[in-house]
């Protein structure tokens, strides 16, 4: 059974920081890892996707990294803004068309 | 594009009654999963629908249990509700499974109460 974690579960850092959140997943048999984000109360917003030969993705001030043999993926934020404020999800699929298996997640907080 | 819309937005009913949450999935998708999200955790999968069929089920009750409709849109009914049932519902649809790319779009959610 795929299980997820996620550390920090919070993390609250003064705003220009540059932050690591982690995901670990213990089956390394997967098909893509997606990192979400999620504002209080609100539904998912997908922020980046790496398929399972790809090793990381990047989009603006966002990163992620992929370590299929070691079960491990790295969500990196550069010069980290209060708007960054939000809980991180990470959730891995482990075959096309079935279920996502999420983390916890790990609530961020930006502090201006 | 519309995205993945659920209705209604939030909801509250009384242990026992029955509750039918809606989702219209995203235009050129065919697959919709649900997911129950309780506070400070992550989403748990319930099931998915492909093709008006379940496909895949999570480790949740019969009395939650689900539609897909030709226009590719889902409902998820939950009878004899419990108070552990208070959760955000989340609706997420998915393209055809063509090719290596798979990804599921999530609506805003559903949230449900229960007194």
């Known amino acids: 059974k795929q299980e997820v974690t996620q550390i920090p579960a919070a993390l609250s850092v003064p705003e220009g920081e540059n932050l690591v959140l982690n995901c670990s997943f213990t089956d390394s048999a997967i098909y893509n890892l997606q990192w979400f984000r999620q504002d209080p109360g609100k539904g998912l917003t997908s922020l980046l996707l790496i398929q399972s030969s790809q090793r990381e993705q990047t989009s603006g001030r966002l990163n992620a990294s992929l370590d299929k043999s070691s079960g491990r993926s790295t969500l990196y934020i550069a010069a980290s803004q209060p708007g960054d404020s939000a809980t991180y999800l990470c959730a891995v699929l482990r075959s096309s068309g079935s279920r996502l298996t999420f983390g916890e997640g790990t609530q961020l907080t930006v502090n201006p | 594009e519309t995205g993945v819309t659920q209705s209604p937005t939030h909801l509250i009913k009384t242990r026992g009654q029955q509750v039918t949450l809606r989702c219209s999935s995203q235009?050129?998708?065919?697959?919709v999963s649900w997911y129950q999200q309780a506070l400070g955790q992550g989403p748990q999968f319930i099931f998915q629908y492909y093709r008006e069929e379940e496909n895949g089920r999570g480790n949740f009750p019969p009395r939650f249990s689900g539609l897909q409709f030709p226009n590719y849109s889902s409902e998820l009914n939950v009878n004899a509700l419990e108070l552990d049932d208070s959760a955000l519902y989340l609706c997420?649809?998915?393209?055809?499974?063509?090719?290596?790319?798979?990804?599921?779009?999530f609506g805003p959610g559903t949230r449900l109460t229960v007194l």
């Open positions: 235009s050129g998708h065919n697959t």
């Open positions: 997420a649809s998915s393209p055809p499974r063509t090719g290596s790319y798979n990804k599921q779009v």
